[in-house]
């Protein structure tokens, strides 16, 4: 729309996955978020109409378990607006979660570059057994590598290991890549590889795959050698449970029981929650179907509420059909609408509020506050089938692989370990196909995208103003800034723009900023969603909540800086946690270090309709955040609120230098002057963006 193009330059598709809320079930939870989000609905889809862009209702499903079936390809680069993009890995290609600018680099046929990453070679030896799956070495691997450990890195898994696991068992582990910063992982192409693309109606790319393969593509080539090796023996693994709090504090299943006693936690699970984009492929649900027959033969039933998110209306249509869905329910699941739900905070959980509670999920990420808004409830991460049979004792100590149950009788029930089903025998079910689009749909260029006039949902917004210009006596160095706050520790998307309710508001930029770092710890104090006012007037107070100081320094037309510590933006590739910042002032955030997708949304300076993906769906034009490292991490400490800072040799990398040394200047509250080396990511292309004011004016001045 902004670049004036008739249509995406290459193949795109919209998907509706984030605004359906849990709440009693899939049919009313589905109807009653088609009625409450009509307007956001109606936007996408005739944003969709007009420019020929794929576009899945509400209900199809969730956008990577969708792509796994229907787009992705061996060998192919995707990119998507979501951080869990690369799970498409899963059928050996290269798919990265990307920021809404870099989705745009692609539709307007602009060149669109990352930073080299380095590769890392991961070496599977052995074979899984018993109670441990596919779920449990990427658990195991964000223990080792942390969750900064995979930033800059693909990850490559190669060796015997590979061969023996199902493509969408390789999804699973290429989803949580994620958990780890890496930029995306992928897998030698592989027979059952080649047999999921049969499967899912795709005989031709499994062709094809097969010839490239025998051309000697699609795989590692011999003798490469890469960064850094891992070795993994698949024999060794045991299921592992990640949490709380962070994907990356790994503990192996027989150290759990011990684990939580030691944390001086109750020994209660609050809730089980199975399904989303992660472990939600026939695979994983015929293993806790067997669980589930197992327990329902012993006369069990889930002591805790249990939710099942199916990944996809064929997913959902195929267990109904094969009786999964029967034997989930006579055991006490709720089956959840084909939607991203409780995983990403779309959860109207009546019980437990503001208490300490645990609950396990096969989900990917678990920070705190994300699934339910309660940010004393512990989400620790399992595997589908860890997760199901610990739904039945109701204790976290419990572990399947020994502990047994008590029945009414006095006898005493063990679990067997599940075996599952890769493939449905009988092919996989449609479903409903009114969800599903038309394939390659033609532009309609006359239809008007919706957008209502005095929508609290999606608004238009006009440019922010830039930086730099007439109004700035610096030049083409940041005007001078002062600094908001100086933020401790993880500080995750999930803490810059919270999720759940929230998600509402996204198509609304004004709106949605009411909760910038509402959960940050401000480092000066260590109290969450506090900043001070320097300069406030009698009237005002000298601290508030977050945004509401931020608001008044943007009121003051004061431009801000923010000064954060490690891996700041970890999680989503969620954009308007770059939006929000930039719409309250913000024109530089300095950091210990930065996660790549959040890197890229805060230098990335452009104008777009957002409607690459459901989870960005607005119109509004967006001006990008100058993301600077300290050169030496320990001048984090020495900046504080109400600071003033300055840049220096910005200039002359705007004039072409891109080796050009970065200094910032501090004038601090008690009127001490230093300065501190910093560095830049800021590549040539990126700068040429800033100078011209956004990266579609200058795609605009290529095209005039």
């Avoid at 192996?252 to 984009?277: H, N, R, T, Y």
């Avoid at 195929?318 to 089956?335: A, F, H, K, P, S």
Wanted: with cysteine; glycine share 10%.
């Amino acid at each position: 729309m902004s670049a004036g193009l008739s249509r995406c330059a290459v193949p795109t598709s919209i998907h509706c996955d984030h605004l359906i809320q849990a709440v009693d079930g899939a049919s009313s939870d589905l109807q009653r978020s088609i009625v409450s989000n009509k307007e956001v609905f109606d936007f996408l889809e005739s944003a969709a109409r007009k420019y020929g862009i794929e576009f899945w209702k509400p209900g199809s499903g969730i956008i990577h378990q969708i792509v796994l079936e229907n787009y992705a390809a061996p060998g192919m680069l995707m990119l998507g607006t979501d951080s869990h993009t690369p799970n498409a890995g899963g059928l050996g290609l290269l798919a990265i979660g990307v920021g809404g600018a870099d989705a745009v680099d692609a539709m307007t046929d602009t060149p669109w570059e990352l930073k080299a990453p380095h590769v890392v070679g991961i070496h599977l030896t052995g074979q899984l057994s018993g109670w441990a799956t596919p779920k449990d070495l990427i658990l195991h691997l964000a223990g080792k590598l942390t969750v900064r450990g995979g930033t800059g890195r693909i990850l490559e898994y190669f060796g015997p290991g590979v061969a023996a696991q199902s493509c969408t068992g390789l999804a699973t582990v290429a989803n949580m890549g994620a958990e780890v910063g890496a930029t995306t992982s992928t897998f030698p192409y592989t027979k059952n590889m080649r047999a999921y693309l049969r499967a899912t109606g795709r005989g031709p790319a499994a062709r094809a795959a097969d010839e490239a393969a025998k051309k000697g593509f699609l795989s590692a080539d011999e003798g490469a050698e890469y960064d850094e090796l891992i070795e993994i023996n698949l024999s060794d693994l045991e299921p592992t449970i990640n949490g709380p709090f962070t994907p990356d504090l790994a503990t192996p299943l027989s150290k759990f029981g011990a684990f939580v006693q030691e944390s001086g936690w109750k020994d209660e699970l609050s809730a089980s929650l199975i399904g989303s984009c992660t472990n939600s492929s026939y695979e994983d649900l015929t293993r806790v179907a067997e669980i589930a027959e197992q327990a329902q033969s012993a006369g069990l039933t889930a002591k805790v509420p249990f939710l099942c998110t199916p990944g996809s209306e064929q997913i959902r249509a195929t267990m109904e059909r094969d009786g999964i869905t029967n034997t989930l329910q006579g055991v006490g699941v709720v089956v959840l609408a084909n939607a991203c739900g409780p995983c990403i905070g779309q959860w109207k959980r009546e019980d437990s509020k503001s208490e300490e509670n645990a609950i396990l999920t096969s989900f990917n990420r678990n920070f705190k506050s994300r699934n339910d808004g309660n940010r004393y409830t512990m989400n620790f991460l399992a595997s589908p089938t860890i997760v199901t049979a610990m739904a039945f004792s109701g204790k976290l100590t419990f572990n399947p692989m020994n502990d047994a149950i008590s029945l009414p009788d006095g006898q005493l029930f063990k679990f067997s370990p599940p075996s599952g089903q890769d493939l449905p025998t009988e092919g996989f079910a449609l479903g409903n196909t009114d969800y599903y689009p038309s394939p390659m749909p033609e532009p309609q260029p006359e239809t008007q995208v919706i957008i209502n006039k005095d929508s609290q949902r999606l608004e238009i917004l006009e440019p922010f103003p830039s930086h730099f210009g007439p109004q700035n006596p610096r030049g083409l160095e940041l005007p001078s800034l002062k600094v908001l706050m100086r933020v401790r520790g993880k500080c995750t998307t999930d803490h810059i723009s919270a999720a759940g309710p929230w998600l509402k508001y996204k198509g609304h930029l004004a709106n949605i900023s009411e909760n910038f770092l509402i959960t940050a710890t401000n480092d000066e104090g260590g109290d969450m969603n506090v900043a001070f006012d320097h300069d406030h007037d009698t009237s005002q107070s000298k601290s508030d909540t977050i945004p509401a100081i931020a608001k008044r320094l943007k009121a003051r037309n004061q431009p801000w800086a923010l000064i954060v510590d490690e891996n700041y933006g970890e999680g989503s590739a969620r954009e308007h946690a770059a939006l929000q910042p930039r719409f309250y002032g913000c024109a530089m955030i300095v950091a210990r270090s930065f996660a790549r997708i959040h890197e890229t949304n805060l230098k990335v300076v452009f104008e777009v309709d957002d409607v690459y993906h459901a989870t960005d769906n607005c119109l509004h034009q967006k001006q990008g955040v100058l993301p600077l490292w300290f050169g030496d991490k320990a001048d984090y400490a020495r900046i504080g609120s109400g600071d003033m800072v300055e840049t220096f040799g910005l200039e002359d990398l705007m004039n072409g230098n891109e080796d050009a040394a970065i200094k910032l200047r501090i004038i601090n509250s008690r009127g001490e002057t230093f300065e501190i080396p910093a560095r830049h990511t800021m590549s040539s292309d990126q700068v040429k963006w800033l100078k011209a004011g956004s990266a579609l004016n200058l795609i605009r001045s290529q095209m005039t």
